[in-house]
């Protein structure tokens, strides 16, 4: 459904910028052009899971972070510029294959119960050369 609601959007506005050229009106055309085109980048981003998040969180006890999602699972260690905010820990990983993932939980992704775990198995993570021996303050 939301693909197709995008995809009238895109007509609409496509319609409007060749009505205002048209008209001879060329840099409000331009702007809602550009805009159409930012709303299609949007739309197929969401539409083809450029920003797939991972269905379940899985804490290994050698200090990795196995996060599965659909198809696909990825490796990652916590970094120590991962941070606690409030009821909330912004996670920042490291790939296996060196991309950086960033994840934000808290109380309305995760129960209470599974966030004050991550926490804790957090504090508790392994030192290596890239964390030192507290990863969240």
Avoid: N
Wanted: glycine share 14%; charged share 15%; net charge positive.
């Amino acid at each position: 459904m939301p693909l197709q609601v995008g995809c009238v959007v895109l007509a609409g506005g496509f319609a409007q910028a060749c009505g205002l050229q048209y008209r001879g009106s060329l840099l409000p055309a331009a702007v809602v052009l550009f805009g159409v085109g930012a709303f299609a980048w949007g739309l197929w981003q969401l539409h083809h899971g450029g920003g797939t998040m991972p269905v379940t969180l899985v804490l290994q006890t050698d200090g990795w972070i196995l996060l599965r999602g659909k198809g696909t699972e990825v490796e990652a260690f916590p970094r120590p510029c991962s941070l606690r905010l409030g009821p909330h820990v912004l996670l920042a990983l490291r790939a296996r294959d060196g991309r950086r993932l960033r994840l934000l939980l808290g109380p309305g992704i995760l129960c209470a119960g599974d966030l004050a775990a991550l926490v804790r198995w957090l504090q508790r993570a392994p030192a290596s050369e890239e964390t030192g021996p507290e990863l969240l303050r």
